[in-house]
């Protein structure tokens, strides 16, 4: 492997990690706007899960949620961002 070579590879593999970095960021953006959600609605919530293979939704992030209402009960379901954007679609678990 000669030093251009290697110079190929370590641009492509930045690329990747930026990639990789901007949509783990994605993410995380997406799950805070879950948890907004929720809190607007009046509710506390408890646990707030990646799906990563779970796409009901048109090619968005899914999440597994666990929230108390006001009461205190516990209620499981789950929610995604169509296309990776507000707003957040809610169905029971």
Do not use: Q
């Not at 509710?43 to 899914?62: D, N, Q």
Request: hydrophobic share 50%.
């Amino acid at each position: 492997m000669s030093a251009l070579d290697l110079g190929i590879y370590l641009r492509v593999l930045a690329i990747v990690g930026i990639v990789a970095v901007l949509w783990l960021l994605h993410l995380l953006l997406a799950r805070e706007w879950v948890k907004t959600d929720i809190i607007d609605r009046g509710f506390t919530p408890v646990s707030i899960r990646w799906k990563p293979f779970a796409w009901w939704l048109a090619c968005g992030p899914v999440f597994r949620v666990t929230y108390s209402d006001t009461t205190g009960a516990i209620h499981h379901a789950e929610c995604g961002l169509p296309n990776g954007f507000k707003p957040v679609r809610w169905r029971k678990h």
